[in-house]
DNA sequence: TATTGTTATACTCTATAACTATA
DNA sequence: TATAGTTATAGAGTATAACAATA
């Protein structure tokens, strides 16, 4: 395949942000409706989604990431031990201190579920031929990008 | 182009899905940066959002839309009136009933800003070829889904 | 003394119940 | 009588400030 001009990542970055865009209400919807079902705040599921990034996570860090005060997280932190979805380790080099960990519970309220009927609507919209390159290409982009993904 | 099995919508959403997953994490944390910097819950955002897509959205829509009580609502609404990011107008039909809608203000903060660095490391993991073909292939879909957006 | 994290307190948001106005 | 929405109050969740323990 070729082009005239040059295609770099920063142009896919620009149409990537616009297709986006379309998106972005129903994303804010569905994310708020798993909020609401699983009883979690957006500054707890945040919560569960850095410690599932990072290892040896601590609550300063936490608070860093998130810009809330260390005792915020440990109110936090509180009720997610509570409801079995983090454990609190300590720390060997620092008894200050403890890591965050995500407990199997924990990881599966990670995934917020997509609106797969909105998304058909959309592809339905396109030529058989441009599903096909489509395809092609989110197939590629995935495979790149799956391979950095830890598991 | 020509692919040697039926590609059908399914069957990208399926693919969508597993990439979006692969950004789900940084777009959370994206919108809680958003709602902290402008002083929104994620309720209120949900709100402006309901409100940009519906016309003519009285309090009891945005009560079942967001599983919220009427009390709740009014609450919302008037922190958004007061910050002068949504108008209560009159219902001419129903003297009890209000439309909310969105003021220039609030549609200001709708837009989410993407962490542009991230997607172009995510890109540059890819052939120049495959580049090309991804280009293409948004640059369509891009064409077809935002000819049904408003504006 | 500086840093990590907790406890105590204040504030914000949401739910419930009682109410007003209109249909 | 039923419905749309508001007001008042209580409770849950979150943030702020003062504090204790460790570095």
């Given at each position: 395949m070729s082009?005239?001009?040059?295609?770099?990542?920063?142009?896919?970055?620009?149409?990537?942000?616009e297709i986006s865009k379309h998106f972005?209400?129903?994303?804010?919807?569905?994310?708020?409706?798993?909020?609401?079902?699983n009883d979690l705040s957006l500054n707890q599921f945040s919560v569960l989604n850095i410690v599932n990034h990072e290892s040896e996570c601590s609550s300063i860090h936490l608070a860093n990431m998130l810009k809330l005060k260390a005792?915020?997280?440990?109110?936090?932190?509180?009720?997610?031990?509570k409801r079995g979805l983090v454990d609190r380790v300590e720390n060997p080099?620092?008894?200050?201190?403890?890591?965050?960990?995500?407990?199997?519970?924990?990881?599966?309220?990670l995934v917020v579920p997509e609106d797969t009927a909105d998304l058909i609507q959309s592809f339905e919209a396109l030529e058989q031929d441009d599903l096909d390159m489509l395809?092609?290409?989110?197939?590629?982009?995935?495979?790149?990008?799956?391979r950095n993904d830890k598991k």
């Open positions: 082009t005239e001009f040059h295609v770099n990542p920063d142009m896919i970055v620009q149409l990537y942000n972005s209400s129903q994303r804010v919807r569905r994310l708020a409706e798993h909020l609401r079902k005792a915020s997280i440990t109110y936090i932190i509180d009720l997610l031990v080099e620092d008894r200050r201190s403890h890591f965050i960990n995500l407990t199997e519970e924990g990881r599966k309220l395809y092609l290409s989110l197939r590629v982009l995935k495979n790149r990008i799956i």
